[in-house]
């Protein structure tokens, strides 16, 4: 029975994906670019929900891992000749390998997955502000590097000439994936284990449970779908690795919070209606037509509006649009219930 | 001369220290917040910005220096009022992770609304400039806006000092830091306690504000961020439940951003976030609850 109900549970989020991708495939090319950034979007915000979501800590430093996968998926598929033209300090080693698409992205996720690990091994014995703070120190160093050393990229320079794979279908099937394992993860014991340790540290240190060893897994895990996500995006567009920094922390931190940070589904929702929203201003700075009414808003609006639904929505409902719940089918009035609630509550 | 050694000289230490006090100020403005509301307010830089666009526009309009100065104070606490108001106070009982993520919102909104209205290129402060020249000390030219910097901070810290200590208000924002319901329970006013620190916090930032707008000259609507996230890894470093490691691990961090800013070649000072970002992972690391207060403090609250 619980089984059943807890279907919409990967279910809605990721139909939303698919509907959203399909979508996009029925709207001009000029439109399609805002729903494939959309899906980026959506799996950097699953990437980020993996860790701040299950464990509770606030994290600053996620970003560093897209930048990361970004940067590991975009040196490795610019062709060779192209690397001697744009980036004529590169190391040896980066300068003659050469992968593709899949196997791209397979090792952006490995060196997102590997350097959160071996970030989190010292970082995750810290908690609150000074694991906050710390984490912060990871986004700025990451992006101070990778904009300045020549020698293991194109440093201030954009990315160019990789190729760029990523249409629709790709961009979902990474979304898909990362909701996937959220989702199966978050289902395990191990998932349930850090949740526990959100609620009360100490409770479940008592009961056994390593708080240290469960928010390095989950570090681990989001590090490797963010570095997942900065594979796909590098493939969408010429980017600057060392640029995914501080804006891209707080719009995606934004999505997380605006739609939830306590369900898969909040971070889905999120994802979409602000992303959604922040493309349709976007687009609308060039005049764009709704219902046969045509609108045009200065350039900036976008920004502008996003901060303020942000700050309206922190104020009036702090949990969230979906209240960090996931979607179940209602429950049958039974006696049994109370049990069930408890257990499918935690 | 001593400090030969690392090819440090007076003048670049004397930048440093001014560096260390204006982020002092800023580290005691975040710090005081953070005492009675628990809230650690990302948006401070955005305050310092909109002070140093009030003397920007004073300049550019003619105002005569007082009336500038005057301006960014009037401007800075206003906006530190609205934000307390419309921001702050329905947030109040919030975890401190919802009040971190929606001054982050601020502070995204501020930066915007000062991207739309004044553009990227921003504008320069000029009319303060004349304090960048150097004074002669003993042989040595040390630029004014760095005694400036120096004497107002501890002229700022030593007020400050003096308000917490010696009169109602500081007692009561004392007691309010340590145990706010506790301190409402014996009949403090919230609001008037939390609106005092916000007004310091303010006074606090503008002072800020005059101080690196003369340092930069262009006030660009990313004015003050980077500032600020140094500093909160500073107040965070040097302790963030009490004022005066806060200050000192403020000024600590000023410090050392003015110091290795002067002496690192220019190929290796581009890493300068870098080399400070990784020393805060080392310090949190070895002394997570902050590097100048007693070990086996009370457990952290956020």
Not at chain 1, 119 to 138: E, H, K, N
Not at chain 2, 159 to 177: D, E, F, K, V, Y
């Amino acid at each position: 029975m619980s089984a059943v109900r807890r279907i919409p549970e990967l279910l809605a989020p990721a139909l939303l994906i698919l509907g959203t991708a399909l979508l996009g495939l029925e709207v001009s090319s000029y439109l399609q670019a805002y729903f494939l950034d959309t899906l980026v979007k959506v799996a950097i915000v699953i990437a980020l929900y993996v860790f701040i979501g299950n464990s509770g800590v606030l994290s600053f430093g996620q970003i560093s891992f897209v930048a990361l996968g970004a940067w590991t998926a975009g040196v490795l598929t610019v062709p060779e000749d192209q690397k001697r033209v744009t980036m004529p300090g590169l190391a040896h080693f980066l300068l003659t390998t050469n992968v593709g698409n899949v196997a791209s992205l397979a090792l952006a996720a490995a060196v997102g997955g590997a350097f959160a690990l071996l970030v989190g091994l010292p970082l995750m014995r810290l908690s609150g502000l000074a694991a906050g703070i710390a984490t912060f120190a990871v986004l700025e160093i990451t992006s101070n590097v990778l904009t300045y050393e020549q020698s293991i990229g194109p440093g201030l320079n954009a990315f160019s000439a990789v190729p760029q794979t990523t249409g629709i279908w790709q961009a979902a099937v990474g979304g898909l994936i990362c909701a996937a394992v959220a989702y199966v993860y978050q289902r395990t014991r191990f998932g349930r284990m850090l949740r526990a340790t959100r609620e009360d540290p100490a409770a479940a240190a008592a009961a056994g449970i390593s708080v240290y060893r469960q928010r390095l897994l989950a570090f681990a895990l989001s590090g490797a779908l963010a570095g997942l996500a900065g594979g796909i995006y590098v493939h969408l567009q010429p980017l600057q690795a060392g640029g995914l920094s501080l804006d891209l922390t707080f719009i995606t931190l934004a999505m997380l919070v605006v739609g939830g940070s306590g369900s898969l589904l909040g971070a889905v929702v999120g994802a979409l209606v602000l992303n959604g929203l922040f493309s349709f201003l976007s687009a609308a700075t060039n005049t764009v037509d709704v219902f046969g009414w045509s609108l045009t808003v200065p350039s900036g609006t976008a920004e502008l509006v996003l901060g303020l639904l942000m700050a309206v929505v922190l104020i009036l409902r702090p949990a969230g649009l979906t209240g960090g719940r996931e979607l179940s089918l209602p429950r049958r009035r039974r006696p049994v219930a109370d049990l069930e609630k408890a257990r499918a509550t935690t | 001369m001593i400090l030969g050694f690392l090819n440090l000289t007076w003048p670049t230490f004397a930048n440093g220290v001014a560096l260390g006090g204006v982020y002092a100020l800023m580290a005691v403005g975040i710090g005081l917040v953070f005492g009675v509301l628990r809230l650690v307010n990302f948006a401070y830089g955005q305050l310092i910005m909109a002070g140093a666009f009030a003397l920007a526009f004073g300049s550019q309009w003619g105002f005569p220096n007082w009336a500038s100065i005057l301006f960014c104070f009037g401007v800075v606490l206003g906006l530190s009022v609205l934000m307390d108001w419309l921001v702050f106070r329905p947030l109040r009982t919030h975890s401190p992770a919802v009040m971190l993520v929606a001054t982050f919102a601020v502070a995204f909104l501020l930066q915007n609304i000062a991207l739309l209205a004044f553009g990227p290129l921003g504008k320069s402060a000029g009319s303060l400039a004349i304090l960048n020249a150097p004074w002669d000390i003993g042989g040595v030219f040390i630029k004014k806006i760095a005694v400036i910097s120096v004497a107002a901070a501890a002229g700022c810290l030593v007020i400050l000092q003096l308000l917490l200590t010696r009169t109602p208000l500081g007692l009561h924002m004392r007691a309010a830091s340590m145990d706010f319901r506790t301190a409402r329970l014996l009949g403090i006013r919230a609001n008037r306690v939390i609106s005092g620190a916000v007004i310091v916090s303010g006074l606090l930032a503008a002072v800020s504000a005059v101080m690196l707008s003369v340092q930069e000259l262009t006030v660009v609507p990313a004015f003050g961020t980077q500032d600020t996230i140094l500093v909160l890894a500073g107040v965070v470093l040097g302790g963030l439940n009490r004022p005066i490691p806060a200050t000192l691990g403020g000024f600590s961090i000023g410090f050392a951003n003015g110091i290795l800013g002067g002496v690192l070649p220019a190929n290796q000072s581009q890493y300068l976030p870098s080399f400070l970002f990784a020393a805060v992972i080392v310090v949190l690391l070895v002394r997570p609850d902050g590097l100048f207060t007693r070990a086996g403090g009370t457990a952290q609250r956020v």
